[in-house]
């Protein structure tokens, strides 16, 4: 069974949606692919009290203990109904199983563990979703071994993370045994026949070590494993394995939009089947926390939204445009040799791929060898982290008709390959386009 291609472009399935929770931010999500609804996990927010809790808890003694509300969402992001989950610990991955007599099962860490001020699950769990009812007010405990399975195939851990492919009956587990910091923790993942876990038997087919900064969560699909890392300023990275060796096949790193600021955690990752498609067709869905000041309510929101990396049967053929046409300033003694048209620079997505790119020509005077001629500086959302350059038209003189214009990692635009006796008059800029690092 062949990866998923993450390196297609991410499409939208849901964009700051809300799950029964505005405070607290989503930890994972999963989505049942044959009732195509999402399933997602937050902590229990502040103030709210279940049966038989005698007063309101605090956020803090709910996140101590691994105390979690499972939402239960159509793919438009309308909340359908939720749950309660008192000790099961983090959050870190979900998973959803469809049940022979209709609902779904739940697969998360359980047996939570304070460490610090957050939990960590000591077990893999499972429970039915059933729905709260307002008249019980109750939730289900991690403890309650009449509504709650757990196992701890690899003993005693300081975190399971489990994650399940229903569409292929299995199930992988992450465990890491010691602690970890932004350097990197290092999980064991091993993969399982969720049949046969079931049933007691936690023999692992597969199992490879991974070590990273930031997990955010893993999904499992066929014979690969997906690692989603990274922290809420920083850009995502989507790691594929193969578990019949263990190794790396892919790494896709997800980069924010030139200029985005917005707190945006990756949170979450779940493959999903879409009705009438065959296995071949997985997409892996990837999520993200995000927060959003109401300054109304007085208060900070938490957000979620979820993209699909659609692999290669939905190729983009279609240009997006992400930063418009927007005016180069130009440097002094540099002017716009198209008056109707001044230079511009913009940032587009082509079958995955973004793509900066120049338009208009300029008149100047360039002649330095060595350095080489300032053309202008790119606006502060479209400078690339990386120099990019390209072939770009000039004034031909003595078999010269190219020049090199290249965008400096401060955004800076230079023209190479002028000399005092081979001056550079002109330059058109719209056969640059280069991909965009």
């Not at 199983?97 to 610090?116: F, I, T």
């Not at 403890?143 to 195939?153: E, F, I, N, R």
């Not at 009705?275 to 926390?289: K, N, S, Y």
């Not at 079958?351 to 080489?372: E, M, P, T, W, Y």
């Amino acid at each position: 069974m062949g990866a998923i291609d993450t390196a297609q472009r991410p499409k939208e399935v849901l964009t700051r949606a809300y799950a029964q929770s505005l405070r607290t931010q989503m930890q994972s999500f999963a989505v049942d692919s044959a009732g195509q609804q999402l399933y997602v996990l937050q902590c229990i927010p502040n103030g709210v009290r279940l049966a038989p809790e005698t007063a309101a808890v605090s956020f803090a003694d709910r996140a101590a203990k691994g105390d979690l509300v499972c939402t239960r969402m159509s793919l438009q992001g309308e909340v359908l109904d939720w749950m309660y989950l008192r000790g099961f610990g983090h959050g870190s991955a979900l998973g959803v199983v469809p049940r022979a007599g209709g609902g779904v099962d739940l697969w998360l860490e359980g047996l939570g563990r304070a460490r610090g001020d957050y939990t960590e699950g000591q077990a893999v769990a499972t429970t039915a979703y059933v729905p709260w009812n307002s008249a019980t007010n109750t939730a289900v405990d991690c403890a309650d071994t009449t509504k709650t399975s757990t196992w701890a195939p690899s003993g005693v851990q300081q975190h399971y993370v489990p994650a399940v492919d229903a569409l292929h009956r299995r199930i992988a587990v992450g465990t890491r045994a010691a602690s970890g910091d932004a350097s990197g923790y290092t999980y064991t993942y091993r993969l399982y026949g969720l049949d046969a876990a079931v049933l007691g038997d936690w023999t692992p087919l597969h199992t490879a070590t991974c070590t990273q900064p930031y997990p955010q969560g893993i999904a499992t699909s066929g014979d690969h494993l997906y690692l989603w890392t990274g922290g809420a300023t920083d850009d995502a990275v989507l790691t594929t394995l193969d578990w019949r060796t263990g190794k790396p096949v892919q790494t896709t790193r997800i980069r924010r939009l030139p200029g985005d600021d917005t707190y945006r955690e990756p949170e979450g990752i779940a493959p999903w089947t879409p009705p009438g498609v065959g296995a071949a067709a997985t997409r892996m869905c990837i999520g993200f926390a995000e927060s959003h000041d109401d300054a109304q309510k007085g208060r900070s929101d938490r957000a979620l939204t979820v993209r699909y990396l659609p692999g290669p049967a939905e190729p983009e053929l279609t240009a997006e445009v992400l930063v418009p046409w927007t005016d180069i300033a130009l440097a002094p003694g540099v002017t716009s040799d198209f008056s109707s048209r001044p230079p511009q620079a913009r940032l587009i997505a082509i079958a995955g791929n973004r793509l900066l790119q120049l338009s208009g020509k300029i008149a100047c005077s360039f002649s330095d060898a060595a350095a080489g001629g300032v053309i202008g500086s790119l606006p502060a959302a479209l400078t690339p982290e990386f120099s990019l350059h390209a072939g770009c038209p000039r004034n031909a003189r003595d078999g010269f008709a190219v020049c090199r214009v290249e965008a400096n990692d401060d955004g800076t635009l230079y023209a190479y390959g002028a000399t005092p006796a081979n001056t550079i008059d002109w330059v058109q800029l719209d056969n640059f386009s280069v991909a965009w690092v």
